[in-house]
């Protein structure tokens, strides 16, 4: 195993352990042609913690603004190394989001840089702390001293004096946001021993040699982005190559074929892209490619592993979990028996560490085998809770188990199938788009409660919205002009012909809109199979 956790170990105390025994190897690189060895990356983060520390005194959150690249990897490892804690804000989901998000946290200090502001096109603010400004804080004597430090103070002694004094495993690393069913983001509290658990985990289910490199295409503000391409290549001591589109293919296979890329990490619809237009050649030395956040159709997986000759891996995970649940893994040989390790259609096997069950929705009997129902997990990798919001947290956390609002079943096995969801959210091109939201703007501009929003399947991003109407004197045409006017994200849009009037509503016995009804009737209205 690359990685054992070792009493005490925090994120970034791990990484500098892992610095150590990999000086010279390269850590990190980027599509802008920044590159860094692990000695290198370690001084620089030593360096900047002590400028973001100074900077940040009495604040316990430091927002941090930036895409997957060298410079977004260095200000979180920096930002823990200062004992502060990052917080990555999505800059995909719009200023209402971001500005819930410094809400929460009380955040006074946002890491950023000037390019990256440029090509996103978001305005400068005070609270702004630029990359660019604090590199030119740093003395030839503080480089000095932290390269010292870097090369000969003992580990402990390092750890102490970077972010070490007061913190545990237990102690939060970092708030991850992900979209509440009526639009606010809830804060998830991560903590070290969450992330290092499933780092671990997944140790011991891939295995590389010491020049295997990751390709990080997932945002940090992406549960599976600040695990699995910030933290997991590094703990393990490999390398990894960022670039900040994960819809760029050309570069991606540029990056990939340049830095001989073993192990991706993505969804089912950036891969469409890169099996389009990504060469063999190109991804001539990948191993591994892992996909999550939506669902894996049998076509795309076929196309890929033609194209490319690897099977691509479907997993499961959740904010709450840190992300990793469970993954369908390379083939296991125990003793000369083979091991069942892929199912087509499932998401595999719950991780080391995790369990998981099916119970019944309503009256939370069970464990069930072969039938379906709610899927509850628990584990090390499991949050701490929802920032500020204890009743949240109780709502989904009971007994010690993490209610993932997901139908699905276990086969005799223990392979997990999800099937439906409960919870009002639709996987869109990877982010997750909630139905709640986007009724309560169509009820705005109809000026009454008549939407109700469901989703069918979609080839090219996974799922799309169907959104149904009841008010008789509006058009499909002009909701959709209005609906375009508003502040919401173009991903979470339903296109114009999947607005729908109906006469009614469904609804059950107690008045609640009934979600399988309304489903059904979208994939009805609009001529998509279940299965497909």
């Known amino acids: 195993m690359r990685y054992q956790r070792q009493p005490g170990d925090l994120l970034h105390t791990a990484f500098f352990r892992a610095a150590r025994r990999q000086w010279p190897q390269l850590a990190m690189a980027d599509s ?8 290198r990356a370690l001084i620089a983060v030593l360096a900047l913690s002590r400028v973001i520390r100074r900077l940040t005194e009495g604040q316990e959150m430091v927002a941090v603004l930036l895409p997957a690249s060298v410079g977004g990897a260095l200000a979180n490892i920096a930002t823990l190394a200062a004992g502060r804690v990052p917080v990555n804000l999505n800059f995909t989901a719009g200023q209402g989001a971001m500005d819930a998000a410094i809400g929460q946290c009380k955040v006074r200090t946002i890491l950023t840089s000037k390019r990256f502001l440029d090509k996103a096109s978001i305005p400068a603010t005070p609270s702004m702390v630029f990359l660019e400004d604090l590199g030119k804080q740093i003395s030839g004597a503080a480089k000095l001293s932290a390269l010292l430090q870097a090369k000969l103070l003992p580990l402990p002694m390092l750890a102490s004096k970077y972010g070490g004094r007061g913190k545990t495993p237990d102690s939060v690393a970092t708030i991850i946001f992900s979209s509440g ?9 991560i903590s070290h021993g969450n992330i290092l658990s499933n780092v671990e985990s997944l140790a011991t289910l891939f295995k590389f040699d010491d020049t295997a ?3 990080g295409v997932l945002p940090f503000f992406h549960s599976f982005g600040f695990t699995g391409t910030l933290w997991l290549p590094l703990l393990l001591r490999l390398s990894v190559a960022f670039h900040p589109n994960p819809m760029d293919a050309k570069t991606i296979g540029e990056l990939a074929e340049k830095y001989g890329a073993s192990m991706l990490i993505s969804t089912p619809t950036f891969c469409q892209s890169y099996v389009r237009r990504i060469t063999k050649e190109q991804f001539s030395k990948l191993q591994f490619a892992i996909v999550g956040a939506e669902k894996l159709r049998e076509p795309l997986a076929k196309a890929f592993r033609e194209q490319f000759g690897v099977n691509l891996l479907e997993g499961y995970g959740c904010t709450e979990m840190a992300p990793v649940v469970s993954v369908n893994r390379p083939p296991v040989d125990a003793e000369g028996r083979p091991q069942i390790s892929v199912k087509p259609g499932s998401v595999g096997h719950p991780i080391p560490g995790v369990e998981a069950k099916i119970v019944d929705q309503h009256t939370g009997e069970g464990p069930l085998i072969d039938k379906e129902g709610l899927l509850l997990v628990r584990g090390p ?6 920032l500020d919001q204890p009743e949240r947290t109780a709502e989904v956390i009971r007994d010690g188990w993490y209610s993932t609002g997901d139908i699905a079943k276990i086969d005799r096995d223990g392979f997990i ?9 639709s996987k869109i091109g990877g982010e997750m788009v909630p139905h709640i939201k986007v009724e309560d703007t169509i009820n705005e501009i109809l000026g009454e409660t008549c939407c109700a929003v469901s989703a069918v399947p979609d080839a090219s991003k996974g799922e799309r919205l169907v959104a149904f109407f009841t008010r008789k004197d509006i058009t499909p045409e002009v909701l959709w002009e209005r609906l375009t006017s508003t502040d919401l994200p173009r991903l979470w849009l339903p296109r114009r012909d999947s607005l729908m009037h109906i006469d009614a509503i469904p609804t059950l016995g107690t008045g609640k809109v009934d979600l399988r009804a309304l489903r059904q009737m979208a994939l009805e209205r609009s001529g998509v199979e279940l299965n497909a």
Request: proline share 3%; charged share 15%.
């Open 32 to 39: 802008t042609g920044q590159k860094l060895t692990y000695g």
């Open 381 to 386: 990798n499991m949050m701490l809770g929802y």
């Open 213 to 215: 490199c990751f390709i």
């Open 181 to 189: 069913s009526t639009g606010m983001p809830k804060g998830v509290m």
């Open 417 to 425: 199938f999800i099937t439906d969801r409960l919870s009002r959210f």
